[in-house]
């Protein structure tokens, strides 16, 4: 399949083309579901054979003046040419999902993998190739979001929230680092005994600007960037 560079040549043409024409195209970013647990539970070399088969399946769905590239790892980017709009687009979305789900026979095994889109068009949200892929990417990360094998289409709202989740992810670190968190201990108590018989330990975080923050405006996100572990560590210190 094409690289990055051969790719970046066709988007840069294919931009100039619609700019003179009026046309929109369009832009997909995919990305293998899970593809890690296959290496692990297989071999890379099984895994390499499904990457493989993978992107003969994807050159299937594809008309003659789209471009397929392996964008790296387990990752493609699809360049579509003059398309119609949304609901063109959406069909080879969904087509490259149905197909990318049936299974593979691999080593005498199957196996089954499915895939995470994200779209961006051109000229509505990205001027230059670099924009229209960090944008396809983007909404590729919301698909995952909203439960994998599945499509997105990238808007601005999308754009905002990536912005507020790196601001958190920086301040989350820094919590952790500056002692920003506290335990606070609420008593279990045995009516018929008449004493207390444990402690339940409750996360907070005391947040120089926002104040006291409950678990739920901060466990997710520390679970989605692997921050849990020290955040653990900490509350059993």
């Not at 993998?113 to 944008?135: N, Q, R, T, Y």
């Amino acid at each position: 399949l094409p690289n990055r560079s051969l790719l970046n040549d066709r988007l840069e043409v294919a931009i100039a083309h619609s700019l003179r024409f009026g046309r929109q195209l369009a832009v997909l970013f995919l990305d293998l579901d899970r593809f890690k647990n296959i290496n692990d539970s297989f071999g890379h070399s099984v895994g390499d054979m499904l990457l493989k088969a993978v992107s003969t399946r994807l050159q299937n769905c594809l008309r003659a003046g789209d471009t397929l590239s392996r964008f790296g790892g387990d990752e493609f980017v699809l360049l579509l040419p003059e398309v119609d709009g949304p609901t063109d687009v959406e069909k080879v979305a969904q087509k490259i999902i149905d197909t990318v789900q049936l299974p593979f026979d691999l080593e005498n095994q199957k196996i089954f993998i499915s895939v995470s889109i994200g779209i961006a068009f051109f000229p509505e949200f990205g001027g230059s190739p670099d924009e229209l892929i960090k944008h396809a990417d983007t909404a590729m990360y919301q698909a995952k979001i909203n439960g994998k094998n599945s499509y997105a289409m990238f808007n601005q709202l999308m754009s905002a929230q990536i912005s507020r989740n790196v601001t958190q992810e920086n301040e989350l670190h820094n919590a952790i680092e500056n002692g920003e968190f506290r335990v606070f201990y609420q008593t279990q108590w045995c009516p018929e005994a008449q004493r207390m018989v444990a402690v339940e330990a409750l996360l907070r975080w005391q947040h120089p600007e926002r104040g006291l923050l409950y678990p739920g405006e901060f466990i997710a996100l520390a679970e989605e960037t692997r921050l849990i572990v020290k955040l653990v560590d900490s509350v059993l210190k």
